[in-house]
């Protein structure tokens, strides 16, 4: 099993930045992939940005440009850089972790950390 633990959320005002943590435990491959994803109130949840075991990267649209992830593997260790923030950032955030293992890709999700953008 793997268990991921965020902090970092919280109130900002419009154009301030945030950085949120993820840390894993437990049964990691190496290439495992990490990200965030987040979720609106009535939205569905989306991507928000993923990074490979090698450091390969994927942003949303919406956020390219203005958040940037990065990656420790020796710490298992994920964070997400958001500056510029908009009211639209609003959403909680999830740390995701996916791996494969015998060709059966899983997915693990920590307990999500609350962003709100607002004046």
């Known amino acids: 099993q793997v268990q991921l633990v965020e902090s970092g959320g919280g109130l900002v005002q419009p154009g301030g930045s945030l950085r949120l943590s993820c840390v894993a435990s437990?049964?990691?491959?190496?290439?495992?992939?990490m990200g965030w994803y987040r979720q609106a109130p009535g939205k569905q949840r989306e991507l928000v940005t993923t990074?490979?075991?090698?450091?390969?990267?994927n942003y949303a649209d919406s956020v390219k440009g203005r958040f940037t992830i990065s990656r420790d593997n020796a710490k298992n260790a994920v964070w997400l850089q958001m500056d510029s923030l908009k009211p639209e950032d609003t959403a909680v955030y999830y740390c995701n972790l996916h791996q494969a293992r015998q060709w059966i890709p899983i997915d693990y999700w920590g307990q999500g950390t609350q962003v709100t953008v607002s004046s």
């Open positions: 437990g049964r990691i491959l190496s290439t495992a992939t």
């Open positions: 990074i490979t075991s090698v450091g390969g990267t």
